[in-house]
């Protein structure tokens, strides 16, 4: 079985897509994901171990326990999909991308070709540069399934 | 001695501030960047190993051969400094910083409060989050020679 | 599935009511502690391999068969939680947060203020603070299944 | 040449005896310590980086930029030295002996009798336990030196 | 149960012979190997990501979509097999097994004798040299089940 | 469930004695050991691989071979047990146990009084030495289910 | 300063001939390479430990005793050169690289376009492809003096 | 330079015989052993850090700190020459020399032809397998100098 973590951008259905696709060709494989709900992955600090005033630290002590999450699924993971978009700056997601290189994970990145100079050093690393969650699937159909 | 890599934005002089300062409080600090020549960087590769007509293989062979670079210097660094700008995506800094990270180097991640919400993942795996090269520069005192 | 390795205070039963919560909650968790009966805990060396008349061997050869459990539930651990009361030293407990740290576990720390300037090396490394049970059962909750 | 560092109890001498005692024995040894000025510790971060009201908070900042400096002394050392006494919790030197033996790092302990019990767990991972620097010098001397 | 890579030729039958055999010995084996269609593990890059009209970047994307395959079962795996023929020059097999030996896998080479002084620094990293499927599984049988 | 690795003395049931006061006490545990045929052991690489003349390699090949499960079993294990004769010289049994503890397993040392001397440099790295069977299973019984 | 490992082909200059451009561009570089002279490489085993009637046994000895010293000197690279060339087999340059990038070591993989088909799983590792040694010391010198 | 440390038999002068045959070859090696005083090895435990009445902690105090020792020479060793001889059981030597393989040291084991078939173990792990300190030093010529 293969434990595949689809990072990055979480204001659209992409990771649907990669499962839905998945799931038709019935490949072997385990998803996980950061948290996906944008207000929750902002507040989970404050709202679990009380306000803080300082934007600093309110970001600070949401950003630590989103860790605990994604330190999980990233040590388990065997591949990493990391995802751009345009919107929003999207460092966590390239952050991510380094700390799974750093251990040696594979890499795919997906993203348009607008972002293709910007991202050229994450690409360097990466096993895979995907534009759709289509060529992402025919990706792992081919690597577990062996079908092209 | 310490080792101190300086990773993230090239078009400011944010790397020769430090340096003078650190010079002035005589600390005993051996400095290392990646290629700050930001035209060196895009063309290396076209221009050793030969010219690419498609721009993502051009972007590919120049990122791997920084890469051999920036390997090293991060292998080698007890301290990684990475500076965030507001000009262009920056991801290759946030990828150094992940990379960092999961080598368990120490990390200080420099930028102003505009970007403080989108780095939160970044700061929050950071020993220091700083604003400037002074704050950069008194930690470096304290931390190597013990003077506050 | 989360590991989750509960160290520390062993005369109060937070333990129970992590694992009382997280099952109403029905969080998948396989929890993990040291040994929790203090006087088996001192006395198994002697115990089992005949009586020493020395204290610091006699605790030597208990402490040592503790540690056989010990480092397989760290070494299993994705979450370690470490509880610091105001009775006895606990120096075990911190030397089991700094062994976690050193094997990049997530580490959770809880206790009350009053022990808060003494523990701040600890939290420091650590990715949440938290004061009571129900606190930790919150993050585990939403760490694991995303409901805050 | 051996690299030593000297970790836990600030408030007394007893490295200056240790490095004192190994320089009229001429061994050939590398000391390095954490921060010593007990205030400057507690108050780097907000002297550095801006005051912070949260107790919470400026103690973490100050915690945090004081790891930057044990990470690099524990990370070069080949024994790492730790003493307890009986003022203060010293939480903080049984976290660095954790973080030394998951590092697997040489580690010698220094305590009177009074603290023996509470301190089994940690001495059962050392190789030496200590009742003060003339022991220790001893054994650095047999170590490096071969002379007893 | 073993987990076993079977890596090298891939235009002769060798690994049916193997796993024929293994399971007439009902050992209990989860037998791995690379992309067995040559043709596929040829055009797999072109195939999915879009053509290239440089046979170095085709080349090279097929490659790295093949490595995401490779890495997962070679870390998984306990032993890795490597067979050697005389058709193609078979570097990657070569690869491989260097790749094993820095993770501490064991390494059974099967080749025959024309091959042997060619091959002396690949046998000399492994634990045994064969020349058949029969002796691989004679191995496998004496290793798992005792049974000679 | 624990995996336990039983290394050492051949030649008489310690190892039976072992599994089966555990089964008594109904304990969840793996057991693994070495090739316990003597003959086998030996003559291995020369059954499966073809005679060799010269006694050296004979037994060079055949060790390799035996490699091949040891390094497997060891690799699982949380705990291994390595008992110490006065038959044979038994440096595999030490050379099992050195390369446990590099590997920074829980190791158990059994062996008689005759021969404490001459181990105590294996015994200073053991979390355990016993003179029995019964000394094992009691450890493992109170390791296990906290039963003294 | 960079530390370059020349492995691969020991029939041809290539070797001095890097060495001679680096020196004349004054890159600060420790280079080191394998045994260069063939004939040693092969009977280093029987000259010094004896004569082995049987060949494989004979390239055994010798490969071993040729492994002491690539293991050194490949734990030290930094950047690691292999050169294939159209003679001989070269397996054990295809070894070394596979041993380097599990390693995490950079690689430059140097060849002519008639292997470029056969070793696109060596070339998808590396850091660099190129044709002689003029490319190689472009990028030394560039990426060490930051010149192109 | 090459770092190689002297494991084993401490009752005869072979380390000096390599050392003076190192030392007319102009070898640029850094020689490092353990404690060469029998007596010393067996006492300084007692010696340091008070007497002992039970020989199995007297010879624990001991063991250990002779370990503070070795861990540091091996761990900085490129080279590791165990050398076991008829005298004593050596245990110890087998220990050194399976910590130092797990490690990924280059173990060279010597001994006469007497302990050959009970070394095979150990035998089987090594680069090269000598029967005397001419004969390591030829290996070490070579492999440092190239000389044949």
């Known amino acids: ?13 992409w990771r649907d897509e990669i499962k839905k696709l998945s799931f038709e060709k019935k ?31 309110s970001d600070h002590k949401s950003a630590k326990i989103n860790l605990i999450r994604t330190r999980k699924v990233i040590k388990e993971a065997d591949i990493v999909i990391v995802k751009f978009g345009n919107k929003y700056k999207q460092w966590n997601a390239a952050f991510d991308a380094g ?4 251990l040696n994970k594979s890499l795919i990145v997906m993203h348009d070709d607008s972002n293709q100079h910007a991202l050229k050093e994450v690409d360097a690393s990466a096993l ?4 759709n969650a289509e060529e992402v699937v025919k990706i792992l159909s081919y690597v577990i399934d062996g079908k092209l």
């Open 128 to 131: 895979a540069v995907v534009k």
């Open 27 to 57: 490949l072997n494989i385990f998803f996980s994901n950061p948290e996906l709900n944008h207000e929750y992955s902002d507040r989970c600090g404050n709202s679990i171990l009380g306000e803080e005033t300082n934007q600093f630290w």
């Open 99 to 102: 700390f799974c290189i750093a």
């Open 1 to 13: 079985m293969f434990n595949v973590y689809l990072s990055g951008e979480i204001h659209t259905d």
